[in-house]
């Protein structure tokens, strides 16, 4: 796998084979990344949770169905920045 740094887009790009991973946008990337980290944190949070009341339970899952949405909205835009493109065949294997 080879990164290169685009000067004029200051996109990531990362070769692996006949196909690029390019990231556009790093920085926002990266606060994509973090609510990724925050609703994973708010789901881990949550399952510890399940272990009392039946209200509080219902509250908890409440809670759950709320950060599984968190892990949502960055997925989409997520998304939209980070895709992979397909590079031309250049082995000629007749």
């Known amino acids: 796998m080879q990164r290169q740094q685009d000067p004029s887009t200051n996109d990531w790009t990362f070769t692996m084979g006949h196909r ?11 606060s994509i990344m973090n609510d990724f ?3 994973i944190w708010f789901v881990i949070g949550s399952i510890c949770f399940f272990y009392d009341d ?15 949405q968190l892990l949502i909205r960055p997925t989409i835009r ?16 007749a």
Do not use: A, C, N
Not at 54 to 68: D, E, K, N, P, Y
Not at 78 to 93: A, N, S, V
């Open 20 to 30: 690029e991973l390019i990231v556009h946008r790093r920085y926002e990337v990266l």
């Open 37 to 39: 980290m925050i609703g």
């Open 54 to 68: 039946t209200i509080q339970t219902i509250g908890v899952w409440l809670f759950l169905i709320g950060s599984i």
């Open 78 to 93: 997520l998304h939209r920045y980070i895709y992979f493109k397909q590079l031309p065949d250049t082995d000629h294997d």
